[in-house]
């Protein structure tokens, strides 16, 4: 599988692409590659895209998990047995017991990631997340500049606050990436930003495009690049892989790209790839559609995944949602809307399937 891969911008890890011989090992997995952990939705800033509505007042659609029930839920996740778990949020340092979750999965050999914006990230946190086994973060740095970064994020000092966490990170020996998301404030100095972030170390640059989604839909519809402007974005996106080839990889995240590839995986008989636990507890396939598919304090993850989720690729009403979106401009017609409004939840029928 190493030597064909590509990523998934949003979580970090290397997913195996549609190849008929990476297919023959995967089949045999027991649980899904990767497990997606909300552990907030509270953050300390309030972005102008953020598609999960994360803020200082959390999330208005539901409540938290209490430090006793995310622990719990991180038992189910360890039954699993998944290669890889990637902590979000929100902000995930807001999470009182962070470190703890972290050092649960560590101990069992489970790769963890983090995403994270960087802000509260001061020696002693780097410290601590170098204890706890975190193996791999991501911090969102949308500028070569204040003025790009601090309006975007909506907090003044967060564009020093993220690059003084990146260089912490590197310095204790981390591999960092950073996540950037073009808009009309700093799509035109990609180049720039990129020569910026390459000499602060990082080793990957993911480029995820603003989605209409969320407080994107809301508020920040102004900002986003119209076709043609992400057209030739994109050619300087691939222009910088070629330039750093082998120094530090520059990668379009293209939402869409998973829709197409789980649903060509399930046709080759691979169970489901990736699971989203929301902060709440509540499962999901995808964290663009509004299709929920439990809740782990309710039953267990594992139950769930015996019982359905380990094809929902093959679910009628899930390919019916993922057929409805032919570009990112599609998500703002989603009714309901992930996060914001009361999502779809698909029942277990009486086959014991999904």
């Known amino acids: ?108 050999g489970i790769f963890v990631s983090m995403v994270s914006n960087g802000f509260l990230i001061d020696s002693e946190c780097v410290n601590k997340l170098k204890e706890c086994g975190l193996k791999f973060i991501q911090i969102s740095l949308d500028g070569v500049n204040k003025k790009q970064h601090d309006y975007f994020r909506s907090v003044q000092g967060s564009f020093d606050r993220a690059v003084s966490a990146i260089k912490l990170l590197v310095k204790a020996g981390f591999n960092v990436a950073v996540s950037f998301v073009p808009n009309k404030l700093n799509h035109k100095d990609f180049y720039e930003y990129v020569d910026f972030v390459n000499k602060l170390g990082v080793i990957s640059v993911r480029v995820m495009p603003f989605l209409p989604l969320g407080r994107g839909n809301k508020f920040g519809k102004l900002l986003m690049l ?92 899930v390919i019916q949602w993922v057929n409805k979106v032919k570009n990112i401009y599609d998500f703002e017609k989603l009714d309901p809307q992930p996060y914001f409004d009361t999502p779809i939840e698909i029942k277990l029928d009486n086959g014991g399937r999904i």
């Open 1 to 108: 599988m190493e030597q064909n891969v590509v990523s998934d911008s949003i979580t970090g890890f290397k997913y195996a692409p549609n190849l008929k011989d990476d297919y023959e090992g995967l089949r045999q997995v027991n649980g899904p590659m990767m497990v997606s952990l909300d552990v907030t939705s509270r953050c300390n800033l309030s972005c102008i895209h953020c598609l999960n509505d994360s803020s200082n007042r959390g999330n208005s659609v539901y409540e938290e998990m209490n430090d006793r029930d995310i622990l719990m839920v991180v038992d189910q996740i360890i039954e699993l047995n998944p290669h890889t778990v990637c902590i979000c949020g929100g902000e995930p340092l807001l999470r009182k017991n962070l470190f703890d979750i972290i050092d649960k999965f560590s101990q069992k």
């Open 226 to 317: 119209n076709e043609e402007e992400y057209f030739y974005f994109q050619r300087k996106i691939f222009r910088c892989a070629e330039i750093y080839r082998g120094k530090m990889d520059v990668e379009w995240g293209d939402p869409l790209d998973h829709y197409i590839r789980m649903k060509n995986n399930y046709k080759a008989g691979l169970k489901t790839y990736c699971v989203e636990i929301r902060a709440n507890g509540d499962i999901f396939f995808s964290t663009y559609m509004p299709i929920k598919i439990g809740n782990c304090l309710k039953k267990s993850l594992k139950e769930y995944w015996l019982n359905g989720l380990d094809n929902v690729w093959g679910n009628p009403t």
